[in-house]
């Protein structure tokens, strides 16, 4: 089953965001730092042909650090933007997002007498309305463990001569990428109801028995190493109470259980993309 999500609202929202970019200096793209690559919109680089593109790599406490340092330097040195990081352990600061940001705007967009405007930006379910509560101290943003919450903007404060524009997750129109598409369901940045949830984590047994066996053994004792998906899952299944009395498997039980050990961090820090060289 090929994964494609654009919804309405999100057909609004790119528009929207056509509109705005030529008002704001700065453009701040959130990713998931276990998946930088397949969490990035392609789309931006047009959108914000003009302005400087920051990079935040978040939930960076459930990626591997090696790989996340590795992200950085590919991504600040490919860009020549900076990149930051923010999780919960270590948040990003306010302070230090205005001063990267201070420091690409381009002097000539400032306009006298007048607050400038960085846009946050990111598909669904990569941190951005917690990485907005956090910058402003209070709830603004509704946070779940489901993408597609935030459906509108919002425009705040930051600071005395920054104002901060909140926009609502955005996808791109067509997933060309299928692997990079099944990464993202993975990381649960793509509803429920548009994927085949079974599906996915038949990828995802096979794309981690294939990076992170350890992590599988230890998590699922019952595996065996090289098992392929569908042992995968049973194990799943066996460690996690996903049988019946007569010992029939619920596989879609199973399936639910694994992506959300992934998602929650359960296997281990992950990081399910290497930095290009």
Not at 28 to 33: G, R, T, Y
Not at 219 to 229: C, E, K, T, V, W
Not at 233 to 240: G, I
Request: some cysteine; aromatic content about 6%; glycine content about 6%.
């Amino acid at each position: 089953m090929k994964i494609s999500w654009f919804p309405g609202h999100m057909h609004k929202a790119r528009k929207e965001l056509h509109r705005l970019a030529s008002s704001v200096q700065v453009c701040v793209e959130v990713l998931d730092a276990r998946a930088p690559g397949a969490t990035a919109n392609p789309e931006l680089q047009e959108i914000f042909r003009t302005q400087p593109i920051i990079r935040i790599l978040s939930k960076s406490d459930l990626a591997d650090s090696a790989a996340t340092t590795a992200w950085l330097s590919y991504l600040m040195s490919s860009s020549g933007y900076p990149c930051l990081l923010n999780s919960k352990a270590d948040p990003l600061q306010r302070q230090t997002l205005v001063d990267a940001a201070s420091k690409v705007a381009p002097s000539t967009s400032f306009d006298a007498g007048t607050a400038n405007k960085l846009v946050i930006v990111g598909i669904p379910n990569v941190g951005k309305s917690t990485l907005l509560n956090q910058l402003t101290g209070r709830n603004l943003a509704k946070t779940a463990n489901e993408p597609a919450i935030t459906r509108g903007q919002q425009r705040v404060k930051l600071t005395a001569d920054w104002f901060l524009i909140d926009t609502p997750g955005l996808m791109w129109p067509r997933l060309e990428d299928q692997q990079g598409a099944n990464l993202m369901a993975m990381l649960g940045c793509i509803r429920n109801t548009a994927i085949d949830t079974e599906a996915v984590a038949w990828f995802a047994a096979d794309y981690l028995m294939q990076r992170f066996p350890a992590a599988l053994l230890t998590r699922y004792p019952s595996l065996d190493n090289g098992a392929d998906a569908e042992a995968v899952l049973l194990a799943v299944a066996r460690t996690r109470g996903a049988l019946s009395k007569g010992g029939k498997v619920d596989w879609h039980r199973a399936a639910e259980l694994l992506l959300n050990d992934l998602r929650s961090g359960k296997l281990g820090r992950l990081s399910l993309e290497t930095a290009p060289e």
